[in-house]
Each structure stands twice: as structure tokens, then as C-alpha cells.
């Protein structure tokens, strides 16, 4: 072996030595990702701040949901509809970079906490119509995610009402509250400038929202920074203890606008794929261009069927009227009706009772107790002898506004 190849050897098993070394030297950087993910133990996770959930509600289950609140299978069903509603009671807590709900969760989370249940949301971007909802006004300096090198925050103790400070030399956003509803909310916290940062509004039934500006306070940096994990337990002493169920949110995480990611958006947000989409989308667009040159057939124009079935029904309708025979009439209309449910919603009429009035309220956003009139109404038609025309036309005008509803 010569010397040259020797040498040549030598570099190769020195290599992966050299690389070492680099990666020895080289100085331990603080990951500055804020994530504010549960399971992120990074300084800007919330891992703390979920595994914290047990020893501030040591009686309730902690749960995590992954669902939108506006699905039926949600657990927000299970605190609207259940048997036990009136006793049991949950916590649902919102920590997310950005919240933007859609007009169905806004509403299930207010139909949630008009039960009696609460609501604790801290993000750094809001959605213009939750907060507008809420008669809130907020103010955000930056365009995306601007941040500064250090956070102040206080809080009055619910109690005393005294006001403690807390303070980390960590990332720090721009946000707070300028206008809210003094009537119906409690301010709680504010920023080192004496802005609102934690605000709670109470309602009727019992439930609350609370609203949090500095979800970076609830970071891991933050708690973990000398006393600071006294802040966390400050915002949640304002709960109650006696609570069943905490759901920590992760449908929030993954959705914007209220739609949930799609592969688009997970190729568009990497930085290595997102120029081979584009090289893409320009090669299919050359081939477009010089493929629409050729020449097609054209293609007829094929009118949709028409859809006779409400004609006939209104046609039938008004033959049995002639007629007057009512029972048979409301039983062609009843039938009519609880087809229109099962093809509509999806929801099995084999058993018109209770359960089934609250699911049909809960899909079809229809009052629900407009909802157990209408039913009563059908069943009292098919169980009656004899159906006079106040009775006739009262069931048509509940159910012509039933169908108008949607």
C-alpha cells in the first residue's frame, strides 16, 4: 500500500471523529420554537401547564379533545344532553397560537357555557368574530408573531384581591385588551403597562369565559422561572374546585378559520417541499397551455333531473284535503316529515322520544322546543282517531316553518 492511499484512509476514518468534535464545540443553542404544544418540553411548550391540570383540579378527569365542539359526538353533547347535566360541570381550556372558530363552534361553545360550564381561551392571534361576539376589542402590534425579550404580568388574587407580579427574561407578545363589556366581565390580570390581559365574563347559567392575551405566561420558560408557577395557579383559582371534567383542546391546534389542515398547507409550510410543489405546478401549467390548443369535441350540456317530489306531495296534499280526510292527510304528512329527518340529518326515527328530540335540536340548530312541539304534534296525529282542521293546520304550519328553518 502506498502512501498516498494511506493517506487516503486516514482522512476517511478521521471524518466521522472530525464531525464529532464539531458538534462537541459547537455552542448548545435554547430552541425558540414557541409551539405551546402539551407534549413540547421545550421552553415554549405547555407541558407543565397540562401535567400541572391534576394537582389544580386533584377531582376531575383530564381529558384531551381532538373534535371540533360543533360535531355531535363532541364532548360538549355530553354536558348539553346528557342525563346528569345539571350536576356535572367542565372546564374547557383553549391554549393555542391562533383561534379561529367558525359561526357552528362559536355556537356550541356558547350553548356549552350557557349549561353552566367553562370556558378558559389564551392564544396570541384571535378570530375578528369570536372576539367581536364577545364585544371585545383587542390590541396586536405585529403582523405575524412580533415579539420582545421579556414578560411582565400581575394578577389579583381572588380573595384577598391583592395584585402579584411575575416576570421572566423570556419572549413576550404585544397583545391585550382596549375595550371589553364592563357590564357582564371582571378584569383579572394585566401586562407591565397596566393593560387587561385576563379578562372573564360571566353568564347566566352559571358558566364563564376567560380570556388570556399572554399565552407565553403559561409557557414552560415562564412557570418553571423562579415562583412563577404561583401565576398559574392565581389564573385557575378562579374555577371552581368542585369541578368534574377538564378538557385540554387540541382541535384548535390544527385548525385555521375553522377548517382543518390539508396537504396543501403541510407541503406549502416546508421549506424543502415547497419549491418542488411550485416546480409542479408550473410543469402541469406548461401542459395545459400547450395541451388546450388541441381541438375537443364539444361537450353537450345535460340539464339536471327535476326534482318533482315536493310538487307531488303538495299535489297529494290538496286531493285528500278536497276530500277531507284529515287523519289520512296528517299521516302522509308525518310520514313525509320523519323521511325528510332520517334523509336530512341522518337520525334514526324508530323512537320518538327524548333522546331522539335532543339530536334533532342539536343538527338541525332548530329550537329544541319548537323541536318537541313538532314531534308531539306528529305523534298525536298518528295515535287520534280523528284530526279536526285546527289541529290539521296548525301541524302544517309547524312543519312548513320546520323546513323554511333551513
Excluded at 380573595?159 to 416576570?167: G, L, P, Q, W, Y
Excluded at 378559520?257 to 418542488?276: D, T
Aim: charge should be positive; aromatic fraction near 16%; charged fraction near 25%.
Amino acid at each position: 500500500m502506498n502512501r498516498r492511499l494511506r493517506h487516503t484512509w486516514l482522512l476517511i476514518l478521521l471524518i466521522p471523529f472530525l464531525t464529532g468534535c464539531d458538534r462537541l464545540f459547537k455552542a448548545k443553542r435554547m430552541d425558540e420554537r414557541i409551539t405551546l404544544k402539551k407534549s413540547d418540553k421545550i421552553p415554549y411548550g405547555t407541558f407543565v401547564a397540562f401535567k400541572e391540570l391534576e394537582n389544580v383540579f386533584p377531582v376531575a378527569t383530564v381529558t384531551v379533545n381532538q373534535e371540533s365542539p360543533a360535531n355531535y359526538t363532541s364532548f360538549t353533547s355530553e354536558f348539553l344532553y346528557g342525563s346528569d347535566v345539571s350536576k356535572r360541570k367542565a372546564l374547557y381550556i383553549i391554549i393555542t397560537p391562533e383561534f379561529q372558530p367558525d359561526q357552528k363552534e362559536y355556537d356550541a361553545l356558547m350553548r356549552f357555557v350557557n349549561a353552566g360550564n367553562h370556558i378558559f381561551i389564551s392564544t396570541l392571534s384571535w378570530g375578528r368574530d369570536f372576539t367581536d361576539s364577545l364585544k371585545l376589542k383587542i390590541y396586536q402590534r405585529f403582523t405575524r408573531f412580533d415579539f420582545s425579550d421579556s414578560l411582565t404580568v400581575s394578577i389579583k388574587n381572588p380573595v384577598t384581591n391583592d395584585s402579584m407580579e411575575f416576570a421572566y427574561p423570556g419572549k413576550s407578545d404585544f397583545t391585550y385588551f382596549i375595550q371589553y363589556d364592563s357590564n357582564y366581565s371582571q378584569v383579572m390580570g394585566h401586562d407591565d403597562v397596566s393593560h387587561p390581559n385576563l379578562i372573564r365574563q360571566s353568564f347566566p347559567g352559571g358558566g364563564s369565559i376567560t380570556v388570556q392575551s399572554d399565552p407565553l405566561a403559561l409557557s414552560n420558560f415562564f412557570l418553571l422561572h423562579k415562583k412563577n408557577m404561583a401565576y398559574y395557579d392565581e389564573v385557575f383559582s378562579y374555577f371552581p374546585k368542585n369541578i368534574d371534567a377538564v378538557v385540554w383542546d387540541q382541535y384548535f391546534r390544527y385548525t385555521r378559520n375553522g377548517r382543518n389542515f390539508n396537504s396543501l398547507q403541510v407541503i406549502l409550510s416546508n421549506r424543502n417541499l415547497r419549491p418542488a410543489f411550485w416546480l409542479a405546478v408550473i410543469l402541469f401549467a406548461l401542459i395545459y397551455l400547450f395541451e388546450s390548443k388541441r381541438k375537443q369535441r364539444i361537450i353537450p350540456i345535460v340539464k339536471p333531473h327535476k326534482n318533482a317530489s315536493l310538487d307531488f306531495v303538495k299535489t297529494v296534499g290538496r286531493l285528500y284535503h278536497q276530500y277531507h280526510d284529515n287523519k289520512n292527510l296528517g299521516s302522509k304528512m308525518t310520514a313525509h316529515l320523519l323521511e325528510y329527518i332520517r334523509q336530512k340529518y341522518q337520525v334514526p326515527t324508530t323512537a320518538l322520544d327524548q333522546e331522539f328530540i335532543a339530536r334533532l335540536a342539536f343538527k338541525s340548530g332548530y329550537p329544541k322546543d319548537k323541536v318537541h312541539d313538532l314531534i308531539y304534534k306528529a305523534r298525536m296525529i298518528n295515535d287520534f282517531e280523528s284530526v279536526n282542521d285546527a289541529e290539521l293546520m296548525e301541524f302544517h304550519r309547524q312543519t312548513e316553518d320546520f323546513y323554511k328553518y333551513q
